[in-house]
Structures are given as C-alpha cells and as structure tokens.
C-alpha cells in the first residue's frame, strides 16, 4: 500500500465557483497592497543604507541598557532586537542592532562603528560583534532598482517564453498568476514586517520560478487535453487536467515544503525570513496555479482549431529520445 | 523504445562517476584544505617537512578542487569601493604646469611675461601680459598634446587649449578624462591587489564592477576596518621644494604653492611648491629600517630617472630645505646637506616599527591614483559563519533524509530510484561546483535544499504518468515508455522557466543572491539530467533484468 496525498481519479470541480475564486484573489490582493501602502516594508539596509550590528554575549541581553548607551552618540534612528532561535546555545545572546543612514556620509565610517561596539562594550563587556554590515544610500537605491528590474524582467522573459510555447491566453493567465503571487508575498511581508532585503528579492524570483513550473505543467496537460478531447467544453477540460495532475502538484509542493520547513526550523535565523518567503510561495503558488491561472484562462478562452496535426503530445520536444 | 545503446548507457555512468568524483574533496573540506594551502606554500617558500606532512595528508592524483565558501560561511571583510577618478584630473594638470612654463618662457618676447592664475584645479590659467601674442602662446602650448587613441576620435589630444582675452586656459580633454578614468581605476585594482597580496590572506575577491567600482573580498580577515588600513591609506609620497614656514593654517601660500601641515608638529604648516621634485611612483624599493639613533625608519630607493631628478636638484639646493610629504602630510623637512646621487634616502620620523613596516609596504605598492569612498562595508565574524555552516548541514540532512522517506513510503521500488538519482544530483551540484570554483553562500545552501526538494518533480512528473498509463496502455514497458515520452514536455517547460529566472538573479544579483543563483540553475540542470537519464537508464536495467509482469508505480 503506498502513501497518497491525493486520491486516484478525483474529480474535484474546481471551477464551479471560478468566480468567487477570483474575487477572493482579487480581495486578498487588494488587502496586500493596502497594507504595503499603510504599513510599508520593513527594508533592510541592502534597500535603505545603513548599519547592522549583530552582537554576541554570555550574559542575557538587557535592550533597554543597550539603547540608553548608543542614545547619547546621537546616531538617530537606532532600532535594537533581540534574536532568538533554537539553535542557540543557553549563554549564547544575540541581538541585531539597526543604525540609520548618516546624513552626510556613504558608509558609516569606522570611527563611528568604534564609537558603537565601545559604548556597548561600557554595557556588556564580554559582548562580541560578530557581523558588522553597512550599506551607503548610493548603493542601496541602485540594489533597489536592480532588485525591481530583475523581477519585472524575469516576469517578462517568463510571459515570452510561454507566448512562444503555447498560446498568448496561458501566457496572460500565468503572468495574472505570477505577479499574484509576488504581490500577496510582499503583503505579507508588510503585514508581518520581516525584515526586507537582498536575499527576498532572490526568494520571490524563485517563487516567480516556482508557481510558473506548476502552472506549466497544468497548462501542459490542458494544452494536450485539448487536441484530445475535441468535444469537450473548455471548463471541463480544465477540470480533467487539473485533476489528472493533482496527484503530482501535491507531491512536488509536499517534497518542497519538506525541505524547505526543515530549513526554516534548523536553518539559523540568519535565512529564516528568505526560507519564510519561500515557504509562502509555494503555498501561494500552488493556490494560485490551480485557481488563478486556470480562472483566467477560463476568463480569456482558448484557441481550439490547432492546424498542427494533432498527435499524443505534439510539439518539438516530445520526440526526443533518451 | 525501453533500449538504451551501449555507449548512452555508458556515458550516463560515467558523467556520474566523474561528478562523485569532482564531488569527492567536500567530503574532506579541511584535509583537502590544508593540503592545497600547503602546497601554495611550498611553491612559495619551499618545502618544509611540516608542510610535507601536511601535502600527504590528501594523495596527489585525487581532485582537490573545493567548493569556495562564500564570505556569509566563512567570515571575512566585504568593500565596495568607488575611486573617485576626478582626483587624477587635478594632480595630472598639477604636473602639466612646469612643461607649460618652460614652453612659454623662450617665447617671452612675443608673448610678455607669464603668470599662473588661481582657477579650478582642473584646469591651468595662465595670463600672459601681451595679448596680442595669444596665438603664439597658443600654438606652443597645442603642440604639448600628446595625440592618443580612442574608439571613436581619430586625432583626439589629451589637453585642450583656448585663450580668453589675456588668459590661456588648459584642460584635460573629455576622450582623455575617459582614458585616465580608465587607467585610474585599473591602477587601483592592481594596486590594492598588490597590497592585500603582501598581507598574505587566503583567495581574496577583487574585481571591477562597473565604471568607477572595485569590490574586494577577503575571507579569514578580521574585520572590514582592518582591511581599509591594508588598503585605504593612499600613500602617495613626494617630495617638494620648501618656500616657507609658519603656524599659520590660514596663511595665503601663493599662486603654485601649496601649505600643507607637518605631521608631528601641531600648528606647523609649511609653504611648499605645488609641483613635486621627485614623486612615490619613481620608487623602485622601499624597506623598513632604523636610522643611525636606532628608531625605526624607512629606507628607499629610487629608480634611474628618479635618481637623476633627486640628485639634480640636491645638487643645485644645498643648504635648503625639502619637504618629505606623503599624504599631504609634511613628514619631515630636512636641510639638504650634500648632494645626494644614488637615488636612495632615508626617511626618518616618529614612527612605530609596525607603522615603518606598512609605510614600506605602502610605498612599495605603490600609491593609490586616487582616494576611494567606500559605499558598502560588511564585516562576517567566523563564528557565525560556522554557524551558519552547521544550521544548514543539519537543515540539509534532516530535508535529504525527509524527502527519501517520503518518496519511498509513495512510490515504493520507483521511489528508491528516484532517491539514488536525487543522491547522485546533489553530488552532481557539488561536483560541478568545485569544477567551476563556484562560491557557496548561505543562500546557495537554501538553493541546493530547494534543489533537494524540487528535483522529485521530475521524477514525480514522470510516475504518476506511468500511472495513468498502466491503467490504459497494454502492459509495463508500453506504460513506462510512454510514461516519460508524455511527460517529458512538462518536464523541459517547467524547468526552462525556472532556469529563466535563475539566469537573471546571476546576471543581476551581486554576492549572496549569485551564490543562490548558481546552486539553484546547476540544480535544474543536475535534475533533468538525473530524472530524463538516470532514473530512467536504471528503471530500464531492473525492467530487463527481472521483466514483471506487472509493476506497481
């Protein structure tokens, strides 16, 4: 007897209320954005310059004393945390420590950074700074713009490629579904308020990589579908297709999770927030590939007199052989 | 066709033996290490029995190519310097003034009497007091240019030349400020690789990027701090005609002069000629040494031109003062005594032994053309790079062993296929790893545990399709063949779009996001491979060895 995620032959109507499914997409986006616009993203300093401070010590972390000493260098905006992660050791103490841009300089210079770990050190003497990361604001607004151009560029590269694959219709339905994902991927990083940086733009890249893998292989079964069951409505061949490939969405979101949920627990806090990102997209992806994507095709019709002659899988790589 | 021909069944073991293969040294990260760093060190300093031990500790024919770690796993010191290429504009233009004057003055009769005007320092005015010979002045100073080549101009020149009523202005042309930015920033990354190759630390980074930028990694390093000292410091030594003295910080130096403050005294400024006598780049050794009272000094020696300029003008200057300046700093202005004419010197002050060792080192680099802003610092102490290091063995391990559970508990024999395939791709990523020196980040860990988790989807592409077919097609091998034949499409369209995006995050993304990059593309690479070759050649072995009559998927 095997394990099963799903059972053989379902046939699970999923478009009985395609438009409902929409609707709550369309909700759900709207609520990201409201968020991001009312609460913003809490960027890391890749996106707004300035200095983290990550500290190590023996004794438990007192915040308060922490920032009574840095307030009187007068740094600004000093935002101090306490990190906790299971992998800590009992006398190992960490806090993150966030300085603002300095007015007037592109990195904080190391005259300043002295300043801090001395008058930590006056606070807690055995503490040991063990990153030390500080970012100009010239460069974080050009990481901003890098990090903006590459999603909006792999989205593109995403949409020809699928143009040039299938129809314009799927490409359309998969692009809706991508950037979906990445807008209810941010919203949740707004509404949380994890931390924002350099290596969540890679996350949402994958997650852009990821949701499109299953909504390709969606489109793939629908594609053939098509040229197989010519009698047969749309909405119906949509439903066979995402039934028949049920089975394996759920294997293959299930293996990633696997993965990914073992490295969010055992990781180290230093990726928890990318794992986290990632996690949520293939939860987001997975949704929206079956509800999305196929609800936009649904929306937008298909092209159903296919010239070529039609034969199991026709198209240039089904031919290739092992 | 269930067939394989010989040579694809050979081919695939093969490309498989020889990533294990390549794969190998991680096994053994720290032997591996010391062995290659021992050797590094014989090549340099000749073997020691010490280091002999050290070589054997990992056999010579074995691969001993390792995956780099990146600086988040190991620790170290991240810069991202801009050089700031206007700088060279002025010095540049600073030098250019005596060979205008010299030019000029034979022709004073036509021209009148000349004089240096005050103006931006990249520029030179020089006012002559008869007008009317502006076109001779003119003419003299075009014919200084020196023509140079560029991609676009054919006759550009590296100065311009214009007259405004009675004054001559020079500035460097545009076609040879791009040059000089050019040259500016190269010079910098030689120069700073030359200094933190003195230090002696393990496979530094140093790069271009873009324009005017130069990253620089080093791992093991203390502290970002640490290497500004290394690099940072400019050390750019001349040595200038003293006009004057004084305590002044204000004072007036006059039009070519230039004050600049003593290093040791406080208050003291000296008057010095903007143009040096002899400059830093016309060193050719500098050592650290101690003076005839035993303080520690540096010692220097300057090459044939140097050594001839230098001995000319002590020659010519006994019983005055020259100034010994490095970084705008006077370190000391000693009385010319005699003339000096082996191009060597002494440079005493109030140094430490360890500042006289990195000022000889310093001079020995040479200076930096031009200052540089640092824009990104980042400091990774090693521990939290071990950390980090364990958190994703164990997170690696705990996911490997979950996903190979889990496909067997699913797919029963066809599981344990797909798992040794999944055990061969992630010795595959490594493999292809150390071949191309990639550099492991902690995201790139993330990217192989995504790989880990994403690489059963071929495979699972392809068993629930022999599924579907067993129940329709006329026995096993029909189903199999069939199994991969239709989901192969799927297979190639879903990874090409991953790999879509991995391609950009390289292209675009810069450190830790080019590690993710890497390890995520090889990954999709690796599991193709793995799913549409592998699985299938070793389900096709079991298929003709036993021939069941039916399978169970």
Same mark, same amino acid.
């Given at each position: 007897?095997?394990l @099963?995620?799903?059972?053989q032959?379902?046939s ?6 395609w @438009? ?10 709207l ?8 609460r ?6 890749d !996106? ?8 190590e ?9 922490y920032r009574?000493a840095l ?5 600004g905006d000093v *935002?101090?945390?306490?990190? #906790?992660d299971?992998? #800590?050791?009992?006398d190992q103490n960490v ?5 603002q &841009?300095q007015?007037d300089?592109?990195a904080v210079?190391?005259?300043k950074?002295a ?9 807690a003497?055995?503490? @040991?700074?063990?990153?030390v ?9 050009e990481?901003?713009?890098t990090?903006?151009l &590459?999603v909006?560029?792999?989205? &593109?590269a995403?949409?020809v490629?699928i143009?040039?694959?299938f129809e314009?219709?799927?490409a359309?339905a998969?692009?809706?579904a ?5 807008i209810l ?5 707004s ?5 924002f940086?350099?290596?969540?733009i890679?996350?949402l ?5 990821y949701s499109l ?5 969606v489109?793939d ?6 040229r ?5 409505? /749309?909405p119906?061949v949509?439903n066979l297709s ?12 299930f293996?990633?999770l696997?993965? /990914?949920?073992?490295? !969010?627990v055992l990781g180290?806090d230093?990726i928890?927030? #990318?794992?986290?990102a990632? $996690?949520?997209g293939?939860?987001?992806g997975?949704?929206?590939?079956? #509800? *999305?994507?196929s609800s936009?095709l649904?929306y937008?019709?298909? @092209? ?12 240039q790589f089904?031919?290739v052989?092992? | ?8 069944k050979?081919l695939i ?9 390549l794969?190998l040294?991680n096994?053994f ?12 060190a ?13 070589v ?6 074995m691969?001993s190519a /390792?995956v780099n ?6 620790g170290?010191?991240?810069l991202?310097a ?7 504009y ?5 030098a ?6 010299d030019a /000029? ?6 021209i ?5 005007q005050?103006?931006?320092p990249?520029e030179i ?5 008869q007008?009317?010979?502006m076109?001779r002045?003119?003419? =003299? ?11 676009t101009?054919?006759g550009s ?13 020079v500035?460097? %042309? ?8 050019d040259?500016?920033v ?8 030359r ?8 496979e ?6 873009g ?7 080093v ?8 290497l500004k000292?290394?690099?940072?410091t400019?050390?750019?030594l ?7 003295r004084?305590?002044?910080a204000n004072?007036?130096p006059g039009v070519?002069n230039k004050?600049?403050?003593?290093l040791e ?8 000629? %903007? ?10 050794d ?6 005839q009272n035993?303080?520690?000094a540096v010692?220097?020696r300057?090459?044939t031109?140097g050594? +001839?300029?230098f ?6 200057n006994i019983g ?6 490095l970084?705008?700093?006077v ?5 010319i005594?005699?003339?000096?004419p082996?191009?060597?010197g002494?440079?005493t ?5 360890e500042?006289s060792?990195?000022l000889?080192?310093?001079?020995r ?5 031009a200052r540089?802003?640092?824009l990104?610092? +980042?400091t $990774?102490?090693?521990?939290?790079g071990?950390d980090? $290091?364990?958190a994703?063995r ?7 062993? &979950?996903?190979?559970?889990f496909?067997?508990l699913?797919y029963?024999l ?18 292809l790893?150390s071949?191309?020196?990639a550099?492991l ?7 192989? *545990?995504?790989? =880990?988790?994403?690489a059963?989807?071929?495979n *699972?592409l392809v068993?629930e399709?022999?599924?579907e077919?067993l129940k329709?097609s006329?026995g096993?091998a029909r189903?199999?063949?069939l ?15 991953t ?5 950009i995050l390289?292209?675009?993304g810069?450190?830790p996001?080019?590690?993710?990059a890497?390890?995520l593309?090889l990954?999709?690479?690796t599991s193709?491979f793995t799913a549409i070759?592998?699985t299938?050649l ?10 069941p009559k039916t399978?169970e998927v």
């Amino acid at each position: 007897m095997r394990l @099963k995620l799903v059972r053989q032959n379902t046939s699970v109507d999923f478009f009985k209320n395609w @438009k409902r499914w929409l609707g709550l997409s369309t909700f759900l986006m709207l609520l990201a954005f409201g968020s991001f616009m009312v609460r913003g993203l809490n960027y890391g300093i890749d !996106f707004r310059g300035g200095t983290t401070i990550r500290t190590e010590s023996v004794q438990p972390i007192d915040v308060g004393a922490y920032r009574a000493a840095l307030a009187q260098l007068e740094l600004g905006d000093v *935002v101090i945390s306490e990190v #906790f992660d299971p992998a #800590f050791g009992d006398d190992q103490n960490v806090a993150m420590i966030r300085i603002q &841009a300095q007015a007037d300089e592109e990195a904080v210079t190391a005259d300043k950074i002295a300043l801090v770990e001395a008058a930590l050190k006056a606070v807690a003497p055995e503490i @040991k700074f063990v990153s030390v990361e500080s970012v100009g604001p010239k460069v974080s607004g050009e990481l901003i713009q890098t990090a903006v151009l &590459a999603v909006v560029l792999a989205i &593109a590269a995403v949409l020809v490629y699928i143009w040039l694959r299938f129809e314009w219709q799927f490409a359309l339905a998969a692009v809706v579904a991508l950037v979906h994902d990445v807008i209810l991927t941010i919203g949740i990083f707004s509404e949380l308020q994890i931390k924002f940086d350099l290596a969540i733009i890679a996350a949402l890249l994958t997650i852009v990589g990821y949701s499109l893998n299953d909504t390709v292989v969606v489109f793939d079964r629908v594609r053939e579908n098509l040229r197989k069951y010519k009698k047969k409505s /749309l909405p119906e061949v949509l439903n066979l297709s995402i039934n028949e490939t049920l089975s394996r969405t759920f294997m293959t979101s299930f293996t990633t999770l696997l993965a /990914l949920i073992s490295l !969010f627990v055992l990781g180290g806090d230093v990726i928890r927030g #990318f794992v986290f990102a990632m $996690i949520w997209g293939v939860i987001v992806g997975t949704y929206s590939s079956i #509800f *999305v994507a196929s609800s936009i095709l649904l929306y937008l019709g298909v @092209k159903r007199d296919w010239s070529k002659p039609s034969n199991t899988s026709g198209n240039q790589f089904a031919n290739v052989d092992a | 066709m269930l067939q394989f021909e010989l040579w694809k069944k050979v081919l695939i073991w093969l490309t498989c033996a020889v990533g294990l293969w390549l794969a190998l040294p991680n096994a053994f990260y720290s032997r591996v290490e010391q062995h290659n760093d021992a050797l590094a060190a014989i090549e340099v300093g000749g073997e020691t029995p010490a280091l002999a031990e050290q070589v054997a500790e990992w056999p010579n024919w074995m691969p001993s190519a /390792l995956v780099n770690l990146g600086l988040d796993l190991r620790g170290g010191a991240h810069l991202l310097a801009e050089v700031e290429v206007a700088d060279v504009y002025a010095s540049r233009m600073e030098a250019m003034w005596p060979e205008i004057r010299d030019a /000029l003055r034979p022709e004073r009769a036509e021209i009148g009497t000349i004089r240096l005007q005050p103006s931006d320092p990249q520029e030179i005015h020089v006012r002559i007091s008869q007008p009317e010979g502006m076109a001779r002045a003119l003419q =003299v100073v075009r014919d200084l240019a020196r023509p140079i080549q560029t991609l676009t101009g054919v006759g550009s020149t590296d100065i311009e030349v214009r007259g405004e009523g009675d004054t001559l202005i020079v500035s460097l %042309s545009e076609a040879e400020k791009l040059a000089s930015d050019d040259r500016t920033v190269s010079q910098s990354l030689e120069i700073i690789r030359r200094r933190i190759d003195e230090v002696g630390t393990r496979e530094p980074t140093i790069q271009r990027q873009g324009k005017d930028r130069i990253l620089i990694q080093v791992p093991g390093i203390g502290s970002a701090s640490e290497l500004k000292e290394i690099i940072g410091t400019t050390a750019q030594l001349t040595f200038n005609p003293v006009v004057g003295r004084g305590s002044d910080a204000n004072a007036n130096p006059g039009v070519g002069n230039k004050l600049v403050p003593a290093l040791e005294d406080e208050g003291v400024y000296y008057t010095l000629e %903007s143009a040096p006598v002899v400059t830093g780049e016309e060193l050719v050794d500098a050592q650290p040494a101690f003076d005839q009272n035993g303080r520690p000094a540096v010692n220097f020696r300057f090459n044939t031109s140097g050594a +001839r300029k230098f001995g000319d003008y002590t020659a010519e200057n006994i019983g005055s003062p020259f100034a010994i300046v490095l970084d705008d700093e006077v370190i000391s202005a000693p009385v010319i005594q005699s003339h000096i004419p082996g191009g060597s010197g002494i440079i005493t002050g109030n140094f430490t032994v360890e500042e006289s060792t990195n000022l000889a080192v310093l001079l020995r680099a040479g200076a930096l053309p031009a200052r540089l802003e640092f824009l990104e610092e +980042r400091t $990774i102490g090693p521990e939290l790079g071990q950390d980090s $290091i364990e958190a994703g063995r164990i997170a690696t391990m705990v996911a490997f062993v &979950a996903v190979l559970v889990f496909m067997a508990l699913s797919y029963g024999l066809f599981g344990i296929f797909a798992n040794i395939a999944l055990i061969l791709n992630v010795a595959l990523i490594f493999g292809l790893l150390s071949l191309i020196g990639a550099t492991l980040t902690l995201p790139g860990i993330a990217g192989i *545990v995504l790989t =880990v988790g994403m690489a059963v989807d071929a495979n *699972v592409l392809v068993f629930e399709r022999i599924r579907e077919e067993l129940k329709t097609s006329r026995g096993p091998a029909r189903a199999i063949e069939l199994g991969y034949e239709k989901a192969l499409s799927a297979i190639l369209d879903a990874n090409i779009t991953t790999f879509i995006t991995a391609v950009i995050l390289f292209a675009i993304g810069s450190g830790p996001v080019r590690g993710f990059a890497i390890t995520l593309g090889l990954g999709i690479l690796t599991s193709v491979f793995t799913a549409i070759y592998v699985t299938r050649l070793i389900i096709v072995m079991w298929y003709d060895r036993r021939r069941p009559k039916t399978i169970e998927v």
